[in-house]
Nanobody, 116 residues
């Protein structure tokens, strides 16, 4: 399983960004893919997840109403649309995948920096 995340950058508070995660190496029909983030000096935290086949989503309370996770089944790509970004959203964002209970596969991170 290979996961390739991109789309990070430097934006101002209130701006939007869309992260992408290209998944390859197998079919993901029974898998769950997700986004996590790690801010400087903090633990990695869950952001959102989506079941690949059914499209069922979960989001952290801190991003509900601002971030939307989605996937393009045909392109094997997952997205994280981030709107109304806040300085506290500054972090390295990682995409990850799991078939069982734990996220075992991780992509490299993409840095999102939100200036105030």
């Amino acid at each position: 399983v290979q996961l390739q995340a991109c789309g990070g950058g430097l934006v101002q508070a209130g701006d939007s960004l869309r992260l992408s995660c290209a998944a390859s190496g197998r079919t993901f029909s029974s898998w769950v893919l997700g986004w996590f983030r790690q801010a400087p000096g903090k633990e990695r935290e869950f952001v959102a997840s989506i079941s690949w086949s059914g499209g069922v989503t979960l989001s952290a309370d801190s991003v509900k109403g601002r971030f939307t996770i989605s996937r393009d089944y045909a392109k094997n790509t997952m997205y994280l649309q981030m709107n109304n970004l806040k300085p506290e959203d500054t972090a390295v964002y990682y995409c990850a995948a799991r078939r069982e209970a734990r996220f075992d596969y991780w992509g490299q991170g993409t840095l999102v920096t939100v200036s105030s």
